[in-house]
């Protein structure tokens, strides 16, 4: 076997490395992808080979010929594999069937109580992502990968939540090993506000680079792109915004002098409590929400110094980070535009002006389809990397 | 031409490519180049040629032989070009030049008042790296690119400072232009923390990819590495710690109630100021320093309480991005322990478990040197990426 010739994955230009070239998802001549490459023919017809043989490519209708027999061209075949896409919520799963470029085919969203612990929760999961691919009648495609978004901390390299608060019974559950005894496959488990932010990124600001994504919901968090990367820090913590003190503000409704957690002041469990206090009728986030959009005044005021606090903590991000785009998502988030507002009064009024002067803050968007959007395409560029294409092509020759 | 002789820059595997494999600092023959790339044996022959012609690699002794002529080796060659290294501070500026490597070869620093302005501040830099270039006897090797750390934002894209607070008339200046009157080549500007960041996550800390650089100095600034990259943010002024609110706490010595700029708060200045309200005689972040050095312990206590000011503020960028360390600098950082003492104080009690387990808080083991070693380094990413080399062995063979 000569170098040229030589397994792929092996080296720094493997069929990974071409199947890159055509996620843009533009057909493409073998000597297109020669001139491309740098590669010699034989090398490259070799690779192809392989990507057509593992499916990651298929043929895609002739070039113009020049005479003689009309090159061949082949592309993406983003129908190759499929990914199930999860975004677990503290009273929802929703469960979705992606292809290889991350669209979702088919997704269904139904009322599950994260309370009931991993083997529960996971069991219903996996039903449902049976009965999903069940009604697509792709039988002969594999699944390849699992993306998992949960409500709480996660050790990402893992699978494993890690002391999180709303999860009863999840505590270390090692996610991955559960699911992978019916889809023995990888599972990427991760922070549902970190699939959020790719979700975002993918659907609506494609050229952003630094987004900060930011959930006000029962609880607070944040997922953070930088530098064109989702930053999850060296244990997996970043973005933990909800437990970032707040300075005490003298338009605020708490003691002078007392400082608290974000999620103490404006989740929305702390909100409920400060309108029960007002006398008002507030058991959840839920009745947060529809108080508000009756019109209450006093839960539309309480929303709106919520994102003052909020806005607070988002100043300060904003200098460390200098983002170009601050979304707003969650169920307090959703309800009008008053939690917007008040963060909008203090971030542009604290913040330095050149972090301030091209920032957009702004309500989510994509939505709720942000969160299997985002766990569909972690698990993508997962499975499409070099190295697993690699991997998987090598497999699949031997 | 043929496709796998094109000039090298056209395609995804250039000369620039191959470079970055001999980064390392191996010798290599071009048998094993062909192997690690599954290039063509001709293309890789081509490419080294170009990079031989450049200078960027250079013969490096013969492998052992199997039989006929030994094939020779190849080598980066991190003396074929020069990077003159700039950090400029309040009051001082130190010159270097280094290689390819980013190894310092020589430096001075001397005293220069920033607020003399950028022609002054600059015609002295230029004169100190001609001198120093001179003094080197190299005088084949030329400069290949020019790297500056300036007290204060800058728009890292145009290279000009940004209201920069403690620069007087160095608003908006087009420092690389100046500077290009004399070095025309690439001129590289940031912020001193930022090449701070790098100076000590190359010299001391090489397989950290999350690690904040905070400067307490005059000033209070951060250079953050998150996901092993340096991050800049949407417009360049990521970092910007100095100008984050600090929430009032019960221990400190400002007013309850007023929350105020961390470097207001911590800075070499106010903490000047400080003494001075409590009858101690002390203009400067120097005069603090001297005062902490004789063992005054008004000043300690001071310096303990900055301490514990700015522990406030990384309490919230440890949340966030959870870096696995925190490297403090800068002239009272350098004053003994107290500062240090209190930012751990702060950061291990109020940060969330998970983020400060394995979390180190350290005095910056590199020192001054992390300047210019940073610049150094900043410019030789700069000009050693492929797309760099490509575009210069282009140029050279024209």
Redesign the interface.
């Known amino acids: 076997m000569s ?2 010739e ?1 397994t792929p994955g092996g ?4 069929a990974g ?1 071409i199947l890159q ?1 055509l996620l843009d998802g533009r057909a493409r001549t073998k ?1 297109e992808l ?8 034989s ?1 490259v017809s070799a690779r192809v080979d392989a990507l057509l043989g593992a499916g990651f490519v298929a043929p895609a209708g002739e070039a113009a010929s020049t005479g003689g027999r009309p090159p061949s061209r082949v592309a993406f075949n983003p129908g190759a594999g499929l990914i199930i896409a999860v975004d677990l919520g503290a009273s929802h799963a929703t469960v979705a069937v992606s292809d290889l470029s991350g669209a979702i085919l088919s997704s269904k969203t139904r009322p599950v109580d994260i309370a009931a612990g991993p083997v529960a929760v996971l069991d219903l999961v996996v039903a449902e992502a049976r009965a999903l691919l069940g009604s697509l009648a792709k039988g002969d495609t594999p699944v390849v990968g699992v993306g998992i978004g949960v409500p709480g ?1 996660v ?1 990402h390299s893992t699978g494993r939540p ?2 999180p608060p709303i999860m009863p019974g999840w505590d270390r559950f090692d996610i991955p090993a559960y699911v992978q005894g019916t889809f023995a496959v990888p599972v990427l488990v991760d922070n549902d506000v970190n699939i959020l932010a790719l979700g975002e990124q993918t659907a609506s600001f494609p050229d952003t ?2 987004l900060i994504f930011v959930k006000v919901a029962t609880g607070i968090g ?1 997922g ?1 792109i ?2 064109g ?1 989702l ?11 909800g ?8 338009d605020s409704s708490h003691p ?2 007392e ?1 608290r957690d974000l999620e103490d002041l404006a989740g929305g469990s702390a909100i409920a409590a400060t309108l029960r206090e007002q006398g008002i009728d507030a058991e959840s986030s839920l009745d947060v929400v529809e108080l508000v959009r009756a019109g209450n005044p006093v839960a539309i005021e309480a929303l709106r110094q919520a994102g003052r606090d909020v806005g ?2 988002l ?3 904003v ?6 785009v601050i979304v707003l998502g969650g169920s307090i988030a959703r309800a009008g535009e008053h939690l917007l507002a008040g963060v909008r009064e203090v971030v542009y009024r ?6 301030t ?3 957009a803050i702004v309500q989510s968007p994509t939505g709720e389809r942000a969160a299997v959007l985002g766990a569909a395409v972690m698990v993508a560029r997962e499975v499409l990397s070099p190295a697993e294409v690699d991997a998987r092509v090598a497999a699949g020759s031997r």
């Open positions: 170098d040229a030589r080296g720094s230009t493997g490395d070239l000597a020669v001139h491309l490459t740098g590669l010699a023919r090398t901390p050790e890690y002391n680079t630094d944040a953070i930088a530098g990367q930053q999850r820090g060296a244990q997996g913590s970043a973005g933990d915004m437990h970032v003190r707040v300075p005490h503000s003298p002078a002098g400082d607070e903590v100043s300060t991000v200098n460390l980070l200098n983002p170009s604290r913040s330095i002006p050149l972090a002067q091209h920032l």
